[in-house]
């Protein structure tokens, strides 16, 4: 675990993790490079097409801890750093060549991205392992796949959370290719 100072130092509170000290790079194919991020961050540091306007603070230091996850797995590619600005759809555009996803929850950020040339898409989702909000399990899954989490008997791990970072996933794979 290395404290963000050299490559980034703008961001103070955020914690950078890679390689070996990745969690995330353990659930992902080595030609993925994931970077992330424990803590906060704060709001600089991001070139003008990265800027959010109109966001509140907290969802400003989000989307440039991610952005900045994401500048450091693209240098780790060994690839220029370039921007990667917001898609009408709020979906990051990645430079040419790149394909990636980037995540965030509570005091935790990670970017993962690899080649276009040898993955059509990533999608990753970082969620809290605690019970999902009353009512979202019916909007989220079918009655076979709540009959299926009802059945899972690991202690400690939120199922219906599970779920839905699942389909999260897919869906940040899926919308780059199909657009829906
Ligand atoms: C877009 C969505 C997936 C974001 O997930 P989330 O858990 O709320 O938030 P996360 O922090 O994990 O991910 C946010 C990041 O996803 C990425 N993202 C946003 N929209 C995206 C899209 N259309 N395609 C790919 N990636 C997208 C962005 O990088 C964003 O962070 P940024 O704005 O700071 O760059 C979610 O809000 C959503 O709209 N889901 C669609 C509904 C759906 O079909 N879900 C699957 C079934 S439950």
New binding site residues.
């Given amino acids: 675990m290395t404290q963000v100072t050299g490559m980034a130092p703008q961001i103070r509170s955020a914690q950078i993790r890679e390689g070996r000290d990745c969690q995330l790079a353990r659930l992902v194919p080595p030609d993925v490079i994931c970077v992330e991020a424990i803590g906060e961050g704060d709001d600089a540091g991001l070139g003008p097409a990265e800027v959010l306007t109109g966001a509140t603070p907290r969802r400003r230091r989000?989307?440039a801890l991610?952005r900045r996850c994401a500048h450091l797995a693209m240098m780790r590619l060994g690839r220029i750093d370039m921007p990667i600005p917001?898609g009408t759809?709020?979906?990051?555009i990645w430079p040419a060549g790149l394909v990636g996803?980037?995540?965030?929850?509570e005091g935790y950020c990670a970017a993962a991205i690899g080649m276009r040339d040898r993955l059509v898409a990533i999608g990753i989702?970082?969620?809290p392992n605690d019970a999902l909000p009353s009512g979202l399990l019916d909007l989220?899954a079918r009655d076979e796949e709540q009959s299926w989490l009802r059945e899972q008997r690991h202690a400690g791990i939120r199922w219906d959370r599970l779920l839905?970072s699942a389909?999260?996933s897919i869906?940040?794979a899926w919308?780059?290719v199909a657009r829906r």
């Fill in positions: 989000e989307f991610g917001m759809s709020r979906e990051p996803s980037i995540t965030h929850c989702d970082a969620e989220i839905f389909k999260e869906y940040k919308f780059p």
